[in-house]
């Protein structure tokens, strides 16, 4: 019974001592937050009911503004730590249930400006993330499978603005689009027939930033194969239908070959055949004085005719060219002039190819129509062009003039090509 109550005694005074104790710590903190004693008592009761209640963040604020008292201090920590699992577990539910990526990262972003970062925060935004990627992209591939760019991207772009990372899928997935987007649009231009403007297309991308090398070699593939195309169908043309057949036939290929060394090399080639004006050519030699070479020349009728040679001494004339068998054919018209359209002198137009008369006008004077001429020039090496002027007895006209013009000179085409005038000739 004394023994029972000496342990009686001893637990009193002990709970009387802890009391004190605490007491004291209350007053302690009392004194340094301006707090009653009872304030700090019941600011600490409050923050207990906050932990037990998990009300967390309320919990915390409580055990702040009580700094030793008690075990405020692991008291506030641990209820940081519940905090933080209590925003970890509510992000993951947005993640897992509603896939509420932004709703997800808004949370773990608002408690972290509350309370501070920490590992969990960091590792629970890499999971939102990373899920978030994994969608999206699933989603945009998806699209893009189907060829539905403008959803692709839309993907992206809604990507972007939920998660600010750095990952390689999302350049290698824009790049894919992108390059998708372009080869749609040339099939498209392909499928409908127009090659060229398919072309014109890809190279306009080139010629910007766009370099992906898929479309770089779609476009060498498919421009080689439209050049060959052009090239086989002119000279198909010029071939079997002569030099124009053959440029136009090339045109059709311009817009797209035109700075393509080979286009421009056939191009020249074929318009060399184009007939060039005698004008063009210098003299070789000449006798009696070479012929004065005119713009323009009226003949008698009153017809215009280009790069005129005027026949002016009333004698014979001839003038000389080298035409080294270049060309096969020659045309032109011998006439008198319209100022002296009565006049009753005469003059003949007489053309040789190495010593062979190949035409002779006739005597022109007044009365007499304009004389063509069509003449082959097959092989010939030097040409001479001559006239032979008589004044007519009694005449009163002392500046006579003849003259000839129109006068133009054709390559002679490859052996396999019909020209116009062998045609005409064998008709």
């Known amino acids: 019974m004394k023994k029972r109550f000496i342990c009686i005694l001893l637990a009193g005074i002990m709970s009387i001592a802890l009391s004190a104790c605490s007491d004291s710590q209350a007053e302690d903190v009392a004194l340094i937050t301006g707090m009653t004693v009872e304030e700090v008592k019941s600011a600490y009761e409050l923050a207990e009911a906050y932990l037990n209640t998990g009300d967390y963040l309320k919990a915390m604020n409580a055990y702040e503004i009580i700094p030793g008292y008690k075990d405020s201090g692991k008291k506030q920590e641990k209820a940081l730590t519940l905090y933080q699992e209590e925003i970890a577990t509510r992000a993951r539910e947005y993640l897992d249930a509603e896939q509420n990526y932004s709703g997800a990262l808004a949370l773990v972003q608002q408690a972290r400006l509350t309370v501070g970062d920490c590992a969990l925060f960091r590792e629970v ?33 809604t990507l972007s603005q939920i998660v600010d990372v750095a990952d390689p899928r999302i350049t290698e997935m824009d790049v894919a689009i992108q390059k998708g987007r372009v080869i749609s649009t040339w099939k498209s231009y392909q499928n409908a027939g127009d090659v060229t403007n398919g072309l014109l297309y890809l190279q306009v991308m080139l010629m910007g930033e766009y370099s992906d090398p898929d479309v770089i070699e779609l476009y060498n593939l498919e421009y080689a194969a439209y050049k ?65 070479n005119y713009d323009t020349g009226t003949d008698n009728l009153g017809n215009e005719h280009q790069d005129v040679f005027r ?5 014979q004339q001839s003038q000389t060219y080298r035409l080294h068998g270049n060309y096969e054919r020659m045309t ?63 005449s009163l006209f002392i500046n006579t003039s003849f003259e000839f013009g129109d006068v133009l000179l054709y390559r002679a085409m490859p052996q396999n090509v019909e020209s116009e005038f062998t045609e005409s000739a064998d008709g």
């Open 125 to 157: 935004t890499d999971e939102i993330e990373a899920a978030c990627l994994n969608a999206y992209l699933a989603l945009a591939e998806e699209a893009l499978n189907m060829e539905d760019f403008d959803s692709a991207e839309m993907w992206l772009q």
């Open 228 to 292: 060959k195309q052009i090239l086989e169908q002119a000279e198909s043309q010029f071939l079997s239908s002569g030099y124009e057949a053959g440029i136009i036939a090339l045109q059709a290929g311009t817009q797209v070959l035109s700075e393509d060394p080979d286009f421009q090399a056939k191009m020249a080639e074929y318009l060399s055949y184009r007939p060039i004006s005698l004008a063009e050519l210098d003299y070789y030699t000449y006798e009696n004085d070479h012929y004065n």
């Open 311 to 315: 026949v002016n001494e009333r004698k």
């Open 332 to 394: 032109g018209v011998f006439y008198l002039m319209f100022k002296e359209r009565s006049s009753k002198d005469l003059c003949t137009l007489q053309i040789y190819g190495d010593n062979i008369l190949l035409f002779d006008s006739g005597s022109v004077t007044a009365g007499v129509d304009p004389v063509t001429f069509d003449i082959s020039l097959a092989g010939v090496d030097q040409l001479v062009i001559s006239t032979n002027w008589s004044c007519n007895q009694g």
